[in-house]
Structure formats: C-alpha cells, structure tokens
C-alpha cells in the first residue's frame, strides 16, 4: 500500500482526516474542537485502523495530542493555536533529552524518538528530566513544546511495522523553552493541570495516562477487528489444497475463529465501557479513584495484548497465502506488533501498577 512505500501517510489521507474534523475530535471547543466523548474518539480510530493501521495510529496520536495540548497553560495553546487551529502537535515523550534549567524556563537538547506523523506537525512535544534544585527534590519529568524551527527531522523510519506513521526522530541542537510552555507529569497525575483554567470541561479532567494509552489500545483493537474480518472473508471461499475441502467446514477453523473473536471483542468493549463509566464520574464532579485508575490503565495494556494474540492465531490459521504482501492479514500482524512494542503497551510492566495497587502500595510509576 502506499503509506507503507512512502513510510508516512499520504497527503491525501491527512488532508481527509482533517477536512472531516477526525483531528479535532477531543480538541477544545474554544479551538474549533468538538470535545467528544472520548469512547467516540477511539471508535472513529478503530474504524480506520481496521483498514490501515498506520492510518490509525497517526489518527489516534496526533488526535490525542490535540487533548493533552489543552491540558498545557493557555499562552501556550494560544501560541500553537492562536492563528490556526488546524495545526498538528507530534511528540516524544521518552525522556532521552537533557535538560538544564535557565531563566524563565529551560535549556533542551538531544534526540527524541518515534514522533509518529511528524512530517506534518508544527509543533512538537518532547519529554525530559529537569535537573532538581536541591538534592532532596523527586525527579522532575515534564514535557516541553517546541517549534518546528527549533528542531530538525531525521529520516530513520525503515522498519517493518506501522511502517506508513512516519515515525521519525526529532533532534533538538539546542532550544529555549520557557516555562509556561512545559507541563510536568505529576500535575497530570494529580489532576492540577494548568490548562483547567479555560478548558474546564469533564473531557479534560480525565487523566492524562488513561487518554494517553487508550488511543493506542483503540489502533491495536481496530486492526485486530480488521484481522477479524478478513480472515472471515478469506476463509468463506478459500479450499484446502490437500483434500479439496472447503476452509470454512473445518472445525478446528471455527475454533481459531471464535477464540479471536472472543479476544478482541472483550478488548474493545472493555476499553470504551471504562471510559464510559471515567466519563459518568467526572461529569458529575467525582474523582475517579487511583485503585480504578490502575484498573483502567492494566484493560488498556491487555486489550492490546489479547488483540495481538487474536491476530497471531488469525494469521497462523491463514495459511500459505497469509504471508503474501498483497494479503492484508500480514499487513495486520506486522503493524499489531509493532503496537505491541511500543513501551506504553508492555503489559509486564503495567501489571506492576495494577498489582501494587491491590495490594495498597504506593505507586511508583504515575502514568496513570
């Protein structure tokens, strides 16, 4: 397919995404967003992610990042989108940068990684360590938000999944990046973000690690289904070369069918019933609690999981014409893995957050 050749989405498929307002699905509405329910958001993802997910992702991130712009302070929502609020945020939220304070705000430098669909980003928002004012201080991990000008693109995506997001890194020289335009992870934890003060909105009191890795979890969930349906397809008209029997009469077939089916139904269902429930809490001005919160963040790791493994028996039961390049279910396993790779989606490492709050330990990662 094309995205794939070009290794970032066509022009095309961007200018479609933001004539029909894709983009804007959770940006505020004071910005010409539409402040959706989330759970709306990420159907829309799964529904293109079934067809491309390359697509899918670049949809699902830079969608997501129009929401956690809105959790910055104004001035900086003003400076990205003050004169145009089409304009697109990419990021690289491992803290690989090094920071160094200055005044009025910071020193950044370094290399970022993976900023999906930076090709057609002004902007960019990069994660890293402020250096602590005194030794006693906890680490200060924030993001910053940087202009095109202050950072180049490097041309590194050859890869061989999710191959069409254009997921290249962003190097950084050096740049100033003052204080208003930075937004630290413990104020997303704790929910004291300070772009409350204009977009105040149910929408933008979730928390930011649940919104964050659920858009992911929708792409991996939306090529599962799109797995789902051309296996289905394939396997209604597809005979076995050894003994001329129809696929579709093979019982052992119905079993790989129903199990994958099974898998990623229960993954989607469950992540757009928790951000239902995270939405009935805030709208009517609860919080959502930290045990719930580790919950939610442990479904979305696993929706992944179960849709990777849904895809896996799906591709393993396609046979040998599975592996052609013009077969989508290939296509399917290769970009569902690379999901699965990307660090929010590592579900050894998000079942800790899960079980430490059963067992009523303090947390000690604050993604959640």
């Not at 004071?30 to 159907?43: A, Q």
């Not at 009517?284 to 179960?306: F, H, M, S």
């Not at 290769?334 to 899960?354: L, T």
């Amino acid at each position: 397919m094309r995205a794939e050749q070009l290794r970032r989405l066509p022009d095309e498929t961007f200018k479609d995404f933001q004539a029909a307002g894709l983009f804007r699905c959770i940006q505020p509405k004071r910005y010409e967003g539409f402040e959706l329910d989330p759970g709306t958001f990420y159907r829309a993802v799964m529904e293109v992610a079934a067809v491309c997910g390359s697509s899918g992702w670049v949809l699902a991130v830079l969608g997501v990042h129009n929401w956690h712009l809105a959790l910055f302070p104004p001035q900086a929502q003003e400076d990205v989108w003050g004169e145009d609020t089409s304009i697109q945020v990419s990021t690289g939220l491992s803290p690989t940068g090094i920071v160094e304070r200055a005044d009025g705000g910071f020193r950044v430098r370094g290399r970022w990684s993976f900023s999906s669909g930076c090709d057609y980003c002004h902007w960019a928002v990069i994660a890293g360590v402020v250096p602590p004012s005194h030794a006693s201080d906890p680490p200060d991990v924030r993001t910053f938000l940087i202009p095109r000008r202050d950072y180049r693109i490097e041309d590194n995506w050859h890869v061989m999944g999710l191959c069409g997001t254009g997921s290249k890194d962003l190097v950084v020289a050096e740049a100033f990046v003052p204080e208003y335009r930075t937004h630290a992870y413990l104020d997303a934890f704790l929910l004291k973000n300070p772009g409350a003060a204009v977009n105040d909105g149910p929408l933008y009191r979730l928390p930011f690690g649940l919104v964050f890795a659920n858009a992911l979890t929708a792409s991996a969930v939306g090529v599962a289904l799109g797995a789902l349906a051309t296996f289905r397809e394939q396997s209604s008209t597809r005979v076995n070369v050894r003994d001329n029997t129809r696929v579709a009469e093979d019982p052992f077939i119905h079993l790989r069918l129903a199990d994958s089916a099974a898998e990623v139904d229960a993954a989607r269902d469950r992540i757009l019933s928790n951000f239902a429930e995270m939405m009935r809490l805030v709208s009517a001005g609860n919080e959502i609690p930290l045990t719930q919160r580790a919950r939610y963040r442990w479904d979305a790791a696993k929706a992944v999981d179960w849709s990777m493994r849904s895809v896996d028996r799906l591709f393993e039961a396609s046979g040998g014409r599975g592996v052609f390049l013009d077969n989508p279910i290939q296509r399917a396993w290769r970009d569902v893995h690379a999901m699965r790779a990307h660090v929010a989606n590592n579900p050894e490492k998000i079942a800790s957050v899960f079980g430490r709050s059963e067992f009523g330990l303090p947390p000690v990662d604050i993604r959640f």
